[in-house]
């Protein structure tokens, strides 16, 4: 069965602090994807990226990296400089490669909620 | 282009009514998905349409709920009954169906309160 932990439930830093939201994840599918979305408080998921299984490449776009680890089945995100804007929910999501038709739905962790103090 | 959009944004229904839920995909997505929200917790999937087919109801929760996208490109959630633990948000998202391009795209869903 898939599975997304986030253990971090709330997370409070002062602005221009860094900050790493935790996700563990589990599958026994070997091609997978994984994605953080940020949900601020109007509600509306925000995509923010998504990472194939076959790439363990970590990325950074602007104050944002990931770190995807298969070894230890980790893919967690790192704001830097945090601003008072960054306060939201996040969501670590995981799901199958979707061929054919098959389902590529999303299977979320429980989020964890980031607030920036000023 | 425009994004997923969903209506009503926010309704209100006494137990036991029948409630129905829009949603309009971005243009040309052929995946489109419905999620339910509670309150402090991460959205679960309920149905997955691929044009007008429904290839994945595994997600709903009792035979109350219903989805339909008869022409593949609108779909509407309806439930029947409603109850108390129905209360939740309702998302839906869309994505394109270009290999490797399997992000979905969400809109900003309907708040439906059982009273």
């Known amino acids: 069965a898939q599975k997304v932990t986030q253990a971090q439930t709330e997370i409070s830093v002062v602005e221009k602090e860094d900050v790493t939201l935790d996700c563990v994840y589990e599958?026994?599918?070997?091609?997978?994807?994984l994605f953080w979305y940020k949900q601020p408080p109007s509600g509306e998921l925000v995509f923010l990226i998504r990472r194939n299984s076959f790439d363990e490449q970590n990325e950074i776009s602007g104050r944002y990296s990931w770190n995807f680890q298969k070894s230890t089945s980790s893919f967690n995100f790192t704001i830097t400089a945090s601003q008072v804007v960054d306060s939201a929910v996040y969501f670590c999501?995981?799901?199958?490669?979707?061929?054919?038709?098959?389902?590529?739905?999303?299977?979320f962790g429980t989020g964890t909620l980031l607030a920036v103090q000023p | 282009g425009a994004g997923v959009s969903q209506s009503p944004r926010y309704k209100v229904a006494k137990r036991g009514q029948d409630v129905a839920l829009r949603c309009d995909p971005i243009s040309g997505h052929v995946s489109l998905f419905w999620y339910q929200q509670a309150l402090g917790q991460g959205p679960e999937f309920l149905t997955y349409f691929q044009n007008e087919a429904q290839l994945d109801k595994s997600g709903l929760p009792s035979d109350r709920f219903f989805a339909e996208r008869p022409e593949g490109s609108v779909s509407t959630l309806k439930i029947q009954r409603t109850q108390q633990e129905d209360s939740a948000v309702y998302l839906c998202?869309?994505?394109?169906?270009?290999?490797?391009?399997?992000?979905?795209?969400f809109g900003p869903g309907t708040r439906l309160t059982v009273t």
């Open positions: 599958t026994r599918d070997t091609t997978y994807y």
């Open positions: 999501a995981l799901s199958e490669a979707g061929y054919g038709g098959a389902t590529n739905k999303l299977i």
């Open positions: 998202a869309s994505s394109s169906d270009r290999v490797g391009s399997y992000e979905q795209y």
